[in-house]
Antibody, heavy 120, light 107 residues
């Protein structure tokens, strides 16, 4: 069965960077895009961007361009999201999610989420 | 970028009531719209894609309608387990923007 297992919670100081992982299994890794979505405490869902693990191409929401880098490791079927220059406003739960496939870009499978706390 | 606006932001209804949530796109998105349900403390779950297609396993009391710029999610006969926040999301070209969410509670 399709599984997306995310790395554990992180606590970082302002200005630091964090790299989150999303290890996938149960399907052909290169055939499905992975998206990252975040949710600040008490707030709604915010789409951050996506990566095509097949070729490594990415698309980021304008807000996250220059701040976020998504990469994929085909040898371990794992996607990474690195976020730099963390601020308190980046405190959130970060989800990875897989779409349904080519021409079916809705988010059918979600990881369990990784909590990131940014505090001095 | 296309903005997605949901209304209302919250609602309270009785068990058995019919509940309707609206999602409006600032520009036409054809039927490239999904609805998600997020129960408190849980991961979001896909309910509907292509504006009207119910995901397998989702109860038939949920339905979606609309195209272009205006969409609705309807829950016929609200149940206690439907307490959640519901989000729409566009998935045509460009950013896959979510609506701000609609919190549904039981009166």
């Amino acid at each position: 069965q399709v599984q997306l297992v995310q790395s554990g919670a992180e606590m970082k100081k302002p200005g630091a960077s964090v790299k989150l992982s999303c290890k996938t299994s149960g399907y052909t890794f290169i055939n499905y895009y992975i998206h990252w979505v975040r949710q600040a405490p008490g707030q709604g869902l915010e789409w951050m961007g996506l990566i095509n693990p097949g070729g490594g191409s990415t698309s980021y929401a304008q807000k996250f361009q220059g701040k976020v880098t998504m990469t994929a490791d085909t040898s371990t079927s794992t996607v990474y999201m690195e976020m730099s220059n963390l601020r308190s406003e980046d405190t959130a739960v970060y989800y990875c999610a897989r779409d349904q496939g080519l021409a079916m870009p809705w988010l059918s499978f979600w990881g369990q989420g990784t909590r990131v706390i940014v505090s001095s | 970028d296309i903005q997605m606006t949901q209304s209302p932001s919250s609602l309270s209804a009785s068990v058995g009531d019919r509940v309707t949530i609206t999602c409006r796109a600032s520009q036409g998105i054809s039927s490239y719209l999904a609805w998600y349900q997020q129960k408190p403390g849980k991961v979001p779950k896909l309910l509907i894609h292509a504006a009207t297609t119910l995901q397998l396993g989702v109860p038939s009391r949920f339905s979606g309608s609309g195209s272009g710029t205006e969409f609705t999610l309807t829950i016929d006969s609200l149940q206690p387990e439907d307490v959640a926040t519901y989000y729409c999301q566009k998935y045509n070209s460009g950013p896959r923007t979510f609506g701000q969410g609609t919190k549904v509670e039981i009166k």
